[in-house]
């Protein structure tokens, strides 16, 4: 059984910083490309940043020079390290992992407000 398990959001002041994490159970983990996406109210799902099972990320353009993500096979984990958070940046925020087909966690909220 996969699961996907996020942990580490929260409300933070505008400038602020947060680090998502997600633990992977029931899966190769390292056969994974893993990804962040993100939900925000009235909004489609969007993508936010993946790695690649190399190591290879790839972001959005608005998370580009303030989002940083990270795996850590021997741990399946997956990390998004969210530095300057702006008051768009909240969402509900999702890990996925992709092999043939995705697998979703159940979110973790992040609010940016003041």
């Known amino acids: 059984q996969v699961q996907l398990v996020e942990s580490g959001g929260g409300l933070v002041q505008p400038g602020g910083s947060l680090r998502l994490s997600c633990a992977a159970s029931?899966?190769?983990?390292?056969?994974?490309?893993m990804g962040w996406y993100r939900q925000a109210p009235g909004k489609q799902r969007e993508l936010v940043a993946t790695?690649?099972?190399?190591?290879?990320?790839n972001y959005a353009d608005s998370a580009k020079g303030r989002f940083t993500i990270s795996r850590v096979n021997d741990k399946n984990m997956v990390y998004l390290q969210m530095n300057s958070l702006k008051p768009e940046d909240t969402a509900v925020y999702y890990c996925?992992?992709?092999?043939?087909?995705?697998?979703w966690g159940q979110g973790t909220q992040v609010t940016v407000s003041s």
């Open positions: 996925s992992a992709q092999f043939l087909v995705t697998h």
């Open positions: 790695i690649t099972t190399g190591g290879i990320s």
């Open positions: 029931g899966i190769i983990f390292s056969a994974y490309n």
